[in-house]
């Protein structure tokens, strides 16, 4: 899965410098939060072979860090709702990002 976390994250990048040209600078950082999962999934996958916790296997602490980025990333929605006046769009930020990281998560944990 690590080809398509590449692709979530250019994506990510690309959607980014879009609202960063069309002056919607709130937006593009709001966005950024997205890319913490598929990251450390990345960087999870290289180094989990060399680190060793207890006796927790390669599969294991691929999961563990990848929870961890999902709570990482919610955190970092909650936070950055506040970029957005109304309420209403608050919460649709959040639970829209926040289910989309939880879905990636579970896909990325399943396989």
């Known amino acids: 899965m690590v080809?398509?976390?590449?692709?979530?994250?250019?994506?990510?990048?690309?959607?980014t410098v879009i609202?960063?040209?069309?002056?919607?600078k709130t937006h593009a950082i709001a966005i950024t939060p997205?890319?913490?999962?598929?990251?450390?999934?990345?960087i999870a996958n290289l180094t989990a072979e060399y680190l060793d916790f207890f006796t927790l296997?390669?599969?294991?602490?691929?999961?563990?860090?990848?929870?961890?980025?999902?709570?990482?990333?919610?955190?970092a929605f909650g936070v950055l709702s506040n970029l957005f006046d109304e309420k209403r769009h608050r919460k649709i930020y959040?639970?829209?990002c926040g289910l989309y990281s939880l879905l990636l998560?579970?896909?990325?944990?399943?396989?």
Do not use: G, Q, Y
């Not at 997205?34 to 999934?41: N, Y």
């Not at 599969?59 to 990333?73: A, E, G, Y």
């Not at 998560?105 to 396989?111: G, M, P, S």
């Open 3 to 15: 080809i398509e976390c590449i692709a979530i994250i250019l994506v990510v990048l690309i959607l």
């Open 19 to 24: 609202f960063m040209r069309r002056d919607k």
């Open 34 to 42: 997205l890319i913490i999962v598929p990251l450390v999934h990345i």
């Open 57 to 75: 296997s390669v599969d294991d602490v691929n999961t563990l860090f990848t929870v961890l980025s999902l709570v990482i990333s919610c955190v």
């Open 94 to 96: 959040i639970i829209t």
């Open 105 to 111: 998560t579970a896909i990325l944990i399943i396989r």
